[in-house]
């Protein structure tokens, strides 16, 4: 346990240094060496931690959609409107985008299975996402329940299409947010909420 908690640390150290690189300079921009130097670590141990460049990368997104799944599920527990739950799975959303911007930026890489080299990361990668859509679908499921939602409504293509729209009002905003707020003279606060709205609007009775 004191041994798993160990390699945990330095797993994290190294990631952390490797993300801020990421971000600044780009994943593929960004050597090993570059990660050595920031994170501290010799480049024999972070390969002792680490197989590859990719793997860190692959370990920043999963770090990222276990916060999310987590609080998602937290969130829906405790909230017990669908209208409560979609605020708050906006919320986490949001707080996803700011501080996992790595996770959040590369999730999109990984739509399938086709072109990548299956390591069990991956795999990890794939369940998570593959979870956070089966939370989003019993939520879709009881919105019907609850009589918010026509009956109609295809379940998994509306998990789709409704989270693919939040990802991307949630990009738009962090890849063109300055210009965008100012031209329209609008806070972050009020352009993410007028999108969530319209988002919202689409798929209620």
């Known amino acids: 346990m004191v041994k798993d908690n160990i390699i945990a640390l330095h797993q994290k ?6 993300a801020s ?14 990660i050595s130097k920031l994170a501290g670590y010799s480049r024999r141990t972070i ?9 860190i990368l692959y370990y920043l997104i999963i770090e990222g959609l276990e916060y ?6 937290e969130g829906f527990c ?14 986490c959303m949001l707080y996803f985008y700011e501080n996992y911007p790595i996770s959040a930026q590369s999730v999109d890489q990984f739509q399938s299975k086709a072109y990548l080299n299956i390591t069990p990361s991956v795999e990890r990668i794939f369940t998570l996402g ?3 859509n089966d939370i989003l679908a019993l939520w879709i499921k009881e919105g019907k329940e609850e009589g918010v939602l026509e009956e109609s409504l295809e379940t998994l293509p509306t998990v789709y299409i409704l989270s693919s729209n939040i990802h991307a009002l949630l990009k738009l905003i962090t890849t063109k947010g300055s210009y965008i707020l100012t031209y329209l003279q609008m806070t972050k606060e009020e352009f993410l909420s007028h999108g969530y709205t319209m988002n919202l609007k689409s798929i209620l009775k």
């Open 13 to 18: 150290n190294i990631a952390d240094g490797a």
């Open 21 to 34: 690189l990421f971000i600044n300079k780009g994943f593929t921009a960004t050597s090993i060496n570059d």
């Open 47 to 55: 390969y002792k931690y680490f197989e590859s460049k990719e793997e």
């Open 68 to 73: 999310l799944i987590q609080s998602i599920e």
């Open 78 to 91: 405790s909230c017990k409107s669908f209208i409560s739950r979609y605020e708050h799975y906006c919320e």
């Open 130 to 132: 593959e979870n956070i």
